[in-house]
């Protein structure tokens, strides 16, 4: 059963504002998107073994509000505007160089698992912490999947999972962690607003 994600309910549900086209909402939501992508790039919480970004976080939280069509759409934007040179990916790293270079599998991962995130909210999840944590892991997964496997053609298979993978964890889980309280208070909050 195919359930809305949270920017159907706000922007295009019955109870939405008529203040904006549904094509000029969706132009608007890529934009906002991808810039928040671009500025949680460029933020490093200092955390150990290793300083984090929200990168990933705003990542799967595009996927599982925007759903997979613009979610998917959002990220690809944010890739172009990487891929032309324009500085929104973490580092130092601008151009088709970011894309085909170590980071490349992590930037390809974002694309597959906003559209995942975006089915898997679709389906329902997100609503509650449970079905939260279940979402943020499997989009989690799927970036480090493809990141690990496209790194490990630069660095190996051992240093891959050590440096690509391993000392992100830590962050990744308080990144969980803020994502399960985030997402059922913003549908609770649509809920109270719709009634």
């Known amino acids: 059963m195919r359930h809305h994600v949270l920017t159907d309910a706000i922007f295009f549900g019955p109870f939405a504002a008529k203040t904006m086209s549904a094509p000029v909402a969706k132009a608007f939501l890529i934009v906002v998107g991808s810039l928040l992508l671009a500025v949680s790039a460029q933020i490093k919480?200092?955390?150990?073994?290793?300083?984090?970004?929200?990168?990933?976080?705003?990542?799967?939280?595009?996927?599982?509000?925007?759903?997979?069509?613009?979610?998917?759409?959002?990220?690809?934007?944010?890739?172009?505007?990487?891929?032309?040179g324009l500085p929104v990916f973490a580092g130092a790293a601008v151009g088709m160089a970011a894309l085909v270079g170590p980071t490349g599998g992590y930037l390809a991962g974002f694309l597959v698992a906003a559209v995942i995130m975006g089915i898997l909210a679709e389906r329902g999840m997100g609503r509650s912490v449970i079905s939260t944590?279940?979402?943020?892991?499997?989009?989690?997964?799927?970036?480090?999947?493809?990141?690990?496997?496209?790194?490990?053609?630069?660095?190996?298979?051992?240093?891959?999972?050590?440096?690509?993978?391993?000392?992100?964890?830590?962050?990744?889980?308080?990144?969980?962690?803020?994502?399960?309280?985030l997402m059922p208070v913003a549908w609770r909050f649509v809920k109270s607003a719709q009634k």
Request: net charge positive; aromatic share 12%; with cysteine.
């Open 45 to 84: 919480i200092p955390f150990y073994p290793v300083p984090v970004t929200g990168q990933t976080l705003v990542v799967l939280l595009i996927g599982m509000t925007y759903g997979p069509l613009l979610g998917g759409a959002t990220v690809a934007a944010y890739l172009l505007q990487g891929a032309m």
């Open 133 to 181: 944590v279940i979402a943020m892991m499997i989009g989690n997964a799927v970036i480090y999947a493809m990141g690990v496997s496209w790194l490990t053609s630069f660095i190996g298979m051992e240093k891959a999972l050590m440096f690509g993978m391993a000392k992100f964890l830590y962050g990744d889980a308080l990144k969980l962690v803020i994502a399960a309280c």
